[in-house]
């Protein structure tokens, strides 16, 4: 049968065995007026007034979003909450783009992501974790760290938060606290929150809030400086709006958390020989580093010394900023590289996606489908392929005729799990 992955902006028709199990979150259709639906949700919110109430026409408001690597509509989403503060004058208002530790947005992908109109008319900035000088420090977390965000926005009179909610395989959701840490917090504080003891704990994974120290080091950060009101939503695979929720921080997101846990987790009876999986296509499979999630969904059902299949554009490449690569080159294989990264000495930003690719390595052998050289992907200690179907038939000579396979067209979109 034909199943067309997420892959870049246009996809990627492969055809796999007939009994191949293909899981896909529960399809939800778009909401038909996500206007209105974000209005609605701004003005009858989740634990605080309607935002309008709450915002005087003097206040400087920041507006944090997530940076160009995720999917939140901000080009609407954005629009409509300034909608919202008529009587707040464009000048008060601050845009600031959560890299954590990405690169800088151009005014180009700003257009992409927020529409030329707003980037003509509101001031937008990028936060950049590294710059002492434009964070402020806010105390001592209970982690072990300074904790330093952003100074404008902790300097503003009024503080909003924006974001998507899906599965995340460190924190257990994306969205909420997430938007301000790690997305405005400074490299000190991000390189906490990363460490290897925290990436490697068992509760640090798809779905999973309670008792994850991630999730609790991302609420205690956000209680030093809290936003004032949070606008999350829900996606379906198109990325079009399926939910809103609004609100006080914490309540708003434990509502959106539990609705995409009951659509997005799929419980499965077993494991797989083989797991095809993707990065959700654009934008979220620009490069190999992004690509570390889809793989980390599949190693959720494949067995030990199974086979990961991960097709991911990579059109940024792996990227060539940052650490990432860096961190692969250190070491000659997966275990050696954990070994590396786990000593308490070592301590790198990005170490975080190098340890939680060595992790999947170490259990299943992972082929990369991109537009990367073959060279790149080696760099990883990844199988390049450039035909998935003729991969499947190489792969009946290790697992047998029987060899058994699920796919996931949509990789973290969908969450799969087997109860063990």
């Given at each position: 049968?034909?199943?067309?992955?997420?892959?870049?902006?246009?996809?990627?028709?492969?055809?796999?065995?007939?009994?191949?199990?293909?899981?896909?979150?529960?399809?939800?259709?778009?909401?038909e007026d996500d206007h209105q639906a974000v209005t609605r949700a701004l003005r009858n919110p989740s634990g605080?007034?309607?935002?309008?109430?709450?915002?005087?026409?003097?206040?400087?408001?920041?507006?944090?979003?997530?940076?160009?690597?995720?999917?939140?509509?901000?080009?609407?989403?954005?629009?409509?909450?300034?909608?919202?503060?008529?009587?707040?004058?464009?000048?008060?208002?601050?845009?600031?783009?959560?890299?954590?530790?990405?690169?800088?947005?151009?005014?180009?992908?700003?257009?992409?992501?927020?529409?030329?109109?707003?980037?003509?008319?509101?001031?937008?900035?990028?936060?950049?974790?590294?710059?002492?000088?434009?964070?402020?420090?806010?105390?001592?977390?209970?982690?072990?760290?300074?904790?330093?965000?952003?100074?404008?926005?902790?300097?503003?009179?009024?503080?909003?938060?924006?974001?998507?909610?899906?599965?995340?395989?460190?924190?257990?959701?994306?969205?909420?606290?997430?938007?301000?840490?790690?997305?405005?917090?400074?490299?000190?504080?991000?390189?906490?929150?990363?460490?290897?003891?925290?990436?490697?704990?068992?509760?640090?994974?798809?779905?999973?809030?309670?008792?994850?120290?991630?999730?609790?080091?991302?609420?205690?950060?956000?209680?030093?400086?809290?936003?004032?009101?949070?606008?999350?939503?829900?996606?379906?695979?198109?990325?079009?709006?399926?939910?809103?929720?609004?609100?006080?921080?914490?309540?708003?997101?434990?509502?959106?958390?539990?609705?995409?846990?009951?659509?997005?987790?799929?419980?499965?009876?077993?494991?797989?020989?083989?797991?095809?999986?993707?990065?959700?296509?654009?934008?979220?499979?620009?490069?190999?580093?992004?690509?570390?999630?889809?793989?980390?969904?599949?190693?959720?059902?494949?067995?030990?010394?199974?086979?990961?299949?991960?097709?991911?554009?990579?059109?940024?490449?792996?990227?060539?900023?940052?650490?990432?690569?860096?961190?692969?080159?250190?070491?000659?294989?997966?275990?050696?590289?954990?070994?590396?990264?786990?000593?308490?000495?070592?301590?790198?930003?990005?170490?975080?996606?190098?340890?939680?690719?060595?992790?999947?390595?170490?259990?299943?052998?992972?082929?990369?489908?991109?537009?990367?050289?073959?060279?790149?992907?080696?760099?990883?200690?990844?199988?390049?392929?450039?035909?998935?179907?003729?991969?499947?038939?190489?792969?009946?000579?290790?697992?047998?005729?029987?060899?058994?396979?699920?796919?996931?067209?949509?990789?973290?979109?969908?969450?799969?799990?087997?109860?063990?």
């Amino acid at each position: 049968m034909k199943v067309t992955l997420a892959y870049g902006k246009n996809g990627l028709n492969v055809n796999v065995p007939d009994y191949s199990t293909v899981i896909e979150p529960t399809h939800l259709e778009c909401i038909e007026d996500d206007h209105q639906a974000v209005t609605r949700a701004l003005r009858n919110p989740s634990g605080t007034e309607p935002l309008k109430e709450m915002v005087k026409s003097s206040d400087r408001v920041v507006i944090v979003i997530s940076d160009i690597t995720r999917p939140t509509p901000n080009q609407k989403l954005i629009p409509w909450i300034i909608e919202e503060l008529p009587h707040v004058p464009l000048g008060n208002i601050t845009i600031i783009n959560g890299l954590g530790t990405h690169r800088d947005q151009t005014r180009e992908e700003f257009i992409e992501m927020l529409g030329e109109t707003i980037v003509d008319t509101v001031r937008i900035i990028n936060h950049h974790c590294h710059e002492k000088s434009e964070l402020a420090h806010l105390g001592t977390s209970s982690f072990g760290c300074e904790v330093y965000l952003n100074k404008e926005y902790v300097e503003a009179d009024f503080r909003i938060v924006t974001g998507f909610i899906e599965p995340h395989f460190f924190a257990g959701f994306s969205g909420g606290p997430k938007g301000i840490m790690p997305g405005i917090a400074g490299i000190e504080t991000i390189l906490t929150f990363h460490n290897a003891k925290m990436i490697g704990h068992p509760l640090a994974t798809w779905g999973i809030l309670d008792d994850n120290p991630l999730q609790a080091m991302t609420r205690e950060v956000n209680t030093f400086c809290k936003p004032d009101f949070l606008l999350n939503v829900a996606l379906n695979g198109e990325k079009n709006i399926t939910n809103v929720f609004a609100g006080e921080l914490v309540e708003a997101h434990a509502i959106g958390c539990a609705y995409v846990k009951e659509h997005a987790m799929v419980k499965c009876d077993a494991r797989y020989d083989v797991v095809i999986t993707t990065n959700a296509g654009y934008p979220l499979d620009q490069n190999l580093y992004q690509a570390v999630k889809g793989m980390d969904a599949a190693r959720m059902i494949v067995k030990q010394g199974g086979t990961i299949i991960c097709a991911a554009e990579c059109s940024e490449g792996m990227p060539e900023h940052g650490n990432f690569v860096k961190i692969l080159q250190m070491r000659k294989s997966p275990k050696e590289l954990l070994e590396m990264i786990n000593d308490p000495s070592f301590q790198m930003f990005d170490q975080w996606e190098a340890q939680r690719l060595a992790m999947i390595q170490e259990w299943a052998d992972v082929h990369v489908y991109s537009i990367l050289s073959d060279e790149s992907v080696k760099i990883a200690m990844l199988t390049p392929t450039k035909d998935i179907e003729q991969t499947l038939n190489e792969l009946v000579g290790k697992y047998g005729p029987e060899m058994s396979i699920a796919v996931l067209p949509l990789g973290p979109l969908t969450i799969p799990y087997v109860e063990e």
